[in-house]
């Protein structure tokens, strides 16, 4: 692990004194990675990547939108049919939105998956929850700014949950609002908001790489890496490897872009906001129908309210409920069906919430909420006890225990172990 | 006060000082950063309509703004007066008789918020779904409200909030 061969003397003057080649060279080149990732680590990347074209595509937005809400709906309108390539722009940047939670989800469920939250990862992983709660934020907010009727009675409903705090809960309301209902100062704020949280996002996604970077990516074999031969550079075979997954992902984003934009947005968000009339079904984007089916599911106000942050908050206690000291779901027979179980129980939840909150439905939204709950509080707590996990690999290097038997290791990674 | 063998106990002391005053000086200049937040002065100012209630004919519902929101008006007629004085307390998720709520009987005037999360009831329209007590019905998360805007089923954890209003003349109320 040396340093990089600077031969361009003003890098090597500039590095001497502003180490940034070292370190770019260091965290993004010759950085050790696991040689046996497979495809669900490409999500890290893409989220990254995400990440830029939504600040790029907002920021662009944000030179042609006003943030009034006599002008915001004709502002984004304008920004449609008037602006050049406004349209595209802003189709980047509403279904990047729903890309963005796609691979963010995809990316949580990897984690939940190969056990990445467990130890010494815990940090890592808490972080990422702040970072999926802050693009919550993000997201209702922006949802907000075109002023249209699911723009408006989504903030309504949303900012209402507050309401449910006992006794200041009206108060905090009207803080939100600055007024009496959701209105143009509520408007002003959530503009600004949706504009500075995203740079948050960045920061905290600096936290999460440090805490990456302290030992490395997990693994689909959950093990920890022994030594150089189970390793490789990340430049050029994963750089190469997120290239690659970035094409992919990105033709399917413009196809979505350019030739179903709207099919993960609501059609009444192109009728303008009005505070007098309710649409008759009003349901969130895509991405929080998971929550808002728990929401609805407790027949309780408050209840219902503090059912949907436990849903986020567990998550934070995860590395804590699941004691099972093996990572990967590979070789725990039990966790790896409960796993799909659990994945089933989210997309029943999503498809849920997007349903009216009447007969079976809400019978069907109460048992897969508690099933939610059910597998992070007791199944995994028991699971940790009663499961009897299938015998490890000795390292990434020798996959097959005992080595030399079975499946043999491939061989250049062979040659280069160590006695 | 302290002596030499105390140095520490001083320095301490001008730590928690120093700590407290800072403290104190945040808690200052946070509270101006939060209620900034809170309705400004011209937000404030507009909080009060004026609606004639002579207009509004008998069984017919009428949607006035005020504070941004909708209050609903409803001339009531005999029968809808009848079925809310006629409703047993006791079957009420939020007790209160019909008389409180609406002193001048044939005119309910009634915020036409949902208690549960802010959504518009239906019940204004002719055509509208009036849920199972004949009042409002809210389609976000299906509460019903009867014919005195009393939450009778669903999430809403209360009645539908009378506003404060007065008669400011025989049919001119004043909201706010
Ligand atoms: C975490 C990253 C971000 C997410 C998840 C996000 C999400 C959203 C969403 C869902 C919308 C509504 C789209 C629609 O239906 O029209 C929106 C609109 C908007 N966003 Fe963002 N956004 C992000 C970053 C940014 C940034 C960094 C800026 C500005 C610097 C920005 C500026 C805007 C503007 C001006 C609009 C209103 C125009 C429109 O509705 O198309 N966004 N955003
Ligand atoms: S807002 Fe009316 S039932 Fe939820």
């Given at each position: 692990m040396s340093g990089p061969k600077l031969t361009n003397?003003?890098v090597?003057?500039?590095d001497?004194?502003?180490p940034v080649f070292t370190f770019l060279h260091h965290e993004m080149h010759e950085y050790p990675t696991p040689k046996n990732l497979n495809y669900?680590w490409n999500?890290g990347s893409l989220?990254g990547i ?159 790489i440090i805490?990456l970077h302290?030992?490395g990516s997990?693994n ?5 890496v022994?030594?150089e031969?189970d390793t490789i550079s990340f430049h050029p075979y994963y750089t190469v490897k997120d290239m690659f997954g970035l094409s ?164 250049p990674a062979?040659?280069r172990?160590?006695? | ?176």
């Amino acid at each position: 692990m040396s340093g990089p061969k600077l031969t361009n003397p003003v890098v090597r003057w500039i590095d001497h004194r502003l180490p940034v080649f070292t370190f770019l060279h260091h965290e993004m080149h010759e950085y050790p990675t696991p040689k046996n990732l497979n495809y669900w680590w490409n999500f890290g990347s893409l989220a990254g990547i995400t990440l830029v074209i939504m600040i790029v595509t907002g920021i662009i937005l944000s030179m042609h939108y006003t943030a009034h809400v006599d002008h915001a709906f004709q502002s984004v309108e304008r920004i449609m049919r008037d602006v050049n390539y406004g349209w595209l722009i802003r189709y980047i940047h509403a279904n990047g939105a729903s890309f963005f939670f796609i691979v963010v989800y995809i990316h949580i469920f990897r984690g939940l998956y190969y056990g990445s939250y467990k130890a010494p990862r815990e940090l890592l992983w808490m972080l990422g929850v702040v970072i999926l709660l802050l693009m919550m934020a993000t997201a209702f907010m922006g949802y907000v700014l075109p002023w249209g009727q699911m723009s408006f009675w989504g903030a309504t409903v949303i900012t209402n949950l507050f309401s449910a705090i006992p006794l200041v809960g009206e108060s905090i309301v009207t803080l939100l609002w600055g007024g009496f209902s959701v209105d143009n100062p509520t408007l002003n704020r959530f503009f600004s908001l949706h504009y500075l949280l995203p740079f948050v996002i960045v920061g905290v996604v600096v936290l999460h790489i440090i805490a990456l970077h302290r030992f490395g990516s997990n693994n689909p074999l959950g093990i920890d890496v022994r030594g150089e031969q189970d390793t490789i550079s990340f430049h050029p075979y994963y750089t190469v490897k997120d290239m690659f997954g970035l094409s992919v992902f990105l033709t399917i984003m413009a196809a979505v872009v350019f030739f179903l934009p709207n099919s993960m947005g609501h059609p009444d968000n192109y009728i303008p906001a009005n505070p007098m009339v309710t649409p008759a079904h009003i349901v969130p984007e895509w991405y929080f129908l998971p929550f808002y089916a728990i929401l609805r599911a407790v027949p309780d106000k408050l209840l219902g309210v503090l059912a949907m942050f436990a849903a986020i908050a567990v998550l934070f206690v995860l590395p804590w409920l699941d004691r099972s000291p093996v990572r990967s779901a590979s070789f725990r027979p039990i966790y790896k069906i409960m796993f799909w179980v659990f994945l089933l129980d989210c997309v029943a939840l999503t498809y849920l919430g997007a349903m009216p909150a009447e007969g079976i439905y809400v019978v069907l939204s109460r048992l897969c909420t508690v099933y939610y709950f059910f597998h992070f509080i007791v199944l995994l707590p028991a699971l940790s006890i009663i499961e009897t996990p299938r015998s490890l690999p000795r390292s990434i290097g020798k996959p097959v225990l005992g080595g030399g038997n079975g499946i043999p290791a491939p061989a250049p990674a062979a040659a280069r172990e160590k006695p | 006060m302290a002596d030499n063998n105390d140095q520490s106990t001083r320095r301490d002391f001008i730590h928690v000082a120093s700590v407290s005053a800072a403290a104190l000086g945040a808690a200052c200049i946070a509270w101006p950063l939060i209620d900034q937040l809170n309705p400004a002065a011209d937000t404030l100012a507009l909080s009060t309509t004026e609606f004639d209630v002579s207009g509004v004919q008998e069984g017919m519902s009428v949607s006035v703004v005020w504070r941004g929101k909708p209050v609903f008006v409803r001339h009531r007629t005999k029968a809808e007066i009848d079925e809310a004085a006629a409703a047993e307390l006791s079957d009420l998720p939020d007790p209160q008789t019909d008389a409180d709520r609406a002193p001048r009987p044939e005119i309910l005037v009634l915020l036409g918020v949902c208690t549960h999360l802010g959504c518009v009831p239906l019940g204004q329209k002719a055509t509208d779904p009036k849920g199972e007590w004949g009042g409002w019905f809210c389609p976000c998360h299906g509460s019903h409200y009867d014919t005195s805007g009393r939450i009778r089923k669903g999430p809403a954890p209360t009645n539908l909030v009378i506003p404060p209003y007065k008669y400011i003349s025989d049919n001119i109320i004043k909201i706010g």
